[in-house]
């Protein structure tokens, strides 16, 4: 008998099983299970976020409603019970490998480029959770919360890395968690202001563009002609203070710019030399895209609400939540589709168990060439054989 894929079938197909299996094994997710493997278990996942699930039974009702579909996604109904002990003692080590593996599936699918081409943004985003049922996550006296740093690359749209802390943590601190390539160029904001990291960076040819401290001191050892509207002064600076000195000693630049906007002054620091001064407030200016980034997968994604109360199955949830953002970003290249994120995570939410073509639903207006074959898109015809 023949039958078409369900698109939540061939959303998963660019996440082969047995490369999910693999990292299961490695860190042993499924010793010991009776019940909910962990392949269940990210399924289940999945289907939360992309249904827009508001509870834990909320999510186990609506998967199990579709039993229908389960033999063709390799897995079978779920029990409460079962999905919140996964949650809360399955390793998290399983899903951050799939979280790599599927962001290397993407890069691949980006045209390459050399290192000193590469933007990537830095930021933190805070979620606030209720203090009397996340204990561990103690913020402030009557709330808790926790903190995604994350690191973010502009042209791709995609988190490159990101790390969950308290949210009591200093952003400046998690800067040790986060890696560092050498030739890249970095955007952070006045919070992770940091001269030993400035000067860590430099050494090893990374470029950064920060925002300097208002109480800064320093001295000037060069001043450049302002060459561009907005840019107020373009110096050649030494800081001075001992513990800043000591820090960074080498030379630095300082850029006072005023944004045509609203004319807010920004004073920024970096150690590139050869970009002009409008050009590297063009860079800062490119930070907005990570807080976008987060105003998305906070209106689009179960990142603001949680199913689970331990730490462990806050952070599953939450690499659920980016594992499900590159399946969609994979869905969106794979298909050649124009549609931005937002419209593609609607369109499949609501046809999840709709059994169509992935490729027609992400181009609802084909041309004349729609019926060529596309390799990169699983399941363009949504046909196999049982």
Known sequence: MKHSNTVFHQLLKYLPRHRFQEAVDRHQGDRRIRSMSCWDQLTALL?????????????????NSKSAHHYHLGTRTVRRSSLSDANSHRPTAVFQETFFYLLEQVRNKLPKC???EMVRLIDSSTIDLNLNQFEWADFRSTKAGIKLHTVYDPNAEIPVYFAMTNAKVNDRKALHQLPMMAGMTYVVDRAYNDYAWYYTLTQQGS???GRMKKNALYEVLETKPAMSEGILSDEVIQLSSRKAKKACPTPMRRIKFCRKDDGKILEFITNDMQRSAQEIADLY??????????????????????????ENAVMIQ???????????????????????????????????????????????DPGPNSLQKNEDCPQQFGLIYA
């Open 207 to 209: 470029v950064f563009v």
């Open 114 to 116: 050399d290192a000193s």
């Open 47 to 63: 289907f939360g976020q992309l249904t827009g699930s508001r509870s834990l039974r909320d999510l186990v009702t609506g998967f």
């Open 285 to 310: 200016k490119q930070r907005w895209q990570i807080e976008l980034f987060f105003k998305w997968i906070k209106q689009n994604l179960k990142v603001k609400t949680f199913i689970g109360r331990s």
């Open 318 to 364: 939450v690499l659920v939540a980016l594992i499900t953002y590159l399946l969609l970003k994979l869905a969106q290249l794979g298909c050649h589709s124009k549609m931005g994120l937002q419209s593609i995570v609607r369109l499949i939410g609501i046809n999840l168990t709709s059994r169509r073509s992935l490729i027609a639903l992400l181009q609802p």
